[in-house]
Every structure is written in structure tokens, then in C-alpha cells.
């Protein structure tokens, strides 16, 4: 189990995805609910393809990896209660996905990519926050060149 | 939660594993524990991936969304008891993964492809089974043509 984050966490919630055929070239933007603030993340193949089909409704004749691990942790008697992204490292994003179990009781804490953690947590209709302090590490990075979709310079998941 | 294998069940063991730069044209083989049967499953890239870091000990840098699962229920005080495959339709494989939670008091049975469902099993060091029925018909299947890992034909994970 990870440590709780340290910083001020932001309710963000998901803007566009770019979907790309090769692997790691596809990207998610996340937005400030209530704010002004945008970053890109980029992340796998597979993860952009569950997140598009959470976000497309769509459902696998059989389950994926992803709807797995969702009917695991509710086959538990837990749900998924948010996906915090709390440190970025190396041009690397980090999360944690949060589990709340025994109706509220309990809670435990995962490491996990942004990827797999906002698309379970978007699943689940859980809530993405983002630290403060990632926020003002991306927004002095727009000084630097413009993360269009064909720019390799955003951080991964 | 889905109902619980009524067929005999069968213990097995991961035979070779093929791996395949292409989207699902990886094989993995279970062979019979004690005994001679064993058969192919077609799976997907990133999991032939996902059991060769298994079998091989590599740990990715961070966790990938099979780490991700198998933490998810271990932070929930639960662990993966067993991988058992159960029905074979269609062509396609299914399986269950099953968890045991409250030191063994709860079991909680998955849907899930056989792929996924033996990658896990394998972190945890739990066992795979598949149903005697399933046995019989790859056995039959073996009159047609031989599974070599060129051959499209055997049932998908």
C-alpha cells in the first residue's frame, strides 16, 4: 500500500483522447473541473482503446484485462473511489487508484499507471485529481514546445 | 460472480510459450499435471508478454495493468486461489478466476479469458485447471489439423 499523497490535490476530469495505431503514441488530456488548467499524458495502445471504449460504452464480448480487474475488485465487496495522480518524475506520471471496501470502512491504496488508474476510475465512475504541484510542473512546461499530438515531449503513463 | 464449474476439473501445468510480435498470434501450451494431455490457447501479445515477465522474474519499473490487478486484490486482503478454465465455445476459451478473501472464509469466482486468468494465477503461484470436458474435446479436435504455432486454428483465449 502507497503513502496518501502530500499535496493539494485538483478535481480534473478527462478531455480529449487521441488514439494512435503503434504502440505508446496516444494520448489523454486531463482538465481542471472548474479551471482553466490542461495537460496531455501519453499512454499505451491498449490503455487508449479501454478508455475509448469506456468512454464509447462499449463492452467486450468477454472481459479485457481492465474489466477483470473492475469485476475482481467489486467481486470483493469493494469499489474503486477515485484515481489520484500524485507525482511526476522523470517526465514519468505516477498514480495511485484508490479502493474503498466494507461500505466505506476500509480503504486501500495501489500504484498504478494514469492509464489503467483513469480508465478503471472512469469505469467506475470514480473522480480523477491531479496534485497541485504537477499542475504548476506542467504549466511551466507549456513554456517548452507545444504537446501536439505528433510531439514526443509529454510526459507518459 | 459467475456459477461454478460442474465438469471434473483437471489440474495443468504452462507448457511452452510462444511468443508473437503480432496482435494475437501468441500461444501458450497446458499440459496435464501426472498425465500426457496438453493443448494450445491462442492469446494476445500483451499477455504472452505479461506471462513471460512472470516466468522470466522481470518486474516492469512500474506496475502494468496485470500488476496493477493482482495488487488491487491483494490491498483488499484477498488473494488469487486459482485459474480454472471452464468451457470452450465458439472456438473461444473461458475461464474463471478464483479469489479467496477472510483468510479463506469467502471465495468470489471472476469471468475472465483464460490468458489474463493464467497470468495471474502464475504471479500468485496458483494452480490452473481445466475442465475434463474440455480435455476430451481438444483431444478430438486433434484429428484435424495439428496445432503447430503457424496454425490458426486453435481456440482463442
Do not use: W
Not at 505516477?94 to 478503471?120: E, H, K, M, N, W
Request: one cysteine or more; hydrophobic letters at 40%; aromatic letters at 4%.
Amino acid at each position: 500500500m502507497a503513502d496518501a499523497p502530500e499535496s493539494k490535490m485538483i478535481e480534473m476530469q478527462l478531455g480529449r483522447v487521441i488514439r494512435h495505431d503503434t504502440a505508446d503514441r496516444s494520448y489523454i488530456f486531463l482538465q481542471e473541473k472548474g479551471g482553466a488548467r490542461s495537460f496531455p499524458i501519453v499512454i499505451g495502445r491498449y490503455e487508449a482503446e479501454e478508455i475509448y471504449r469506456v468512454l464509447t460504452k462499449q463492452d467486450p464480448r468477454r472481459p479485457l484485462t481492465h474489466q477483470l480487474a473492475h469485476a475482481a475488485i467489486e467481486s470483493l465487496g469493494a469499489h474503486i473511489a477515485r484515481c489520484d495522480i500524485v507525482d511526476l518524475r522523470d517526465n514519468t506520471f505516477f498514480a495511485q487508484l484508490v479502493l474503498s471496501a466494507g461500505g466505506g470502512a476500509t480503504t486501500a491504496v495501489v500504484d498504478a499507471r494514469p492509464s489503467d488508474a483513469i480508465a478503471l476510475a472512469l469505469r467506475s465512475g470514480a473522480g480523477i485529481r491531479v496534485a497541485e504541484s504537477i499542475l504548476e510542473q506542467v504549466r511551466s512546461d507549456e513554456s517548452g514546445p507545444d504537446p501536439l499530438p505528433e510531439d514526443p515531449a509529454p510526459p507518459q503513463s
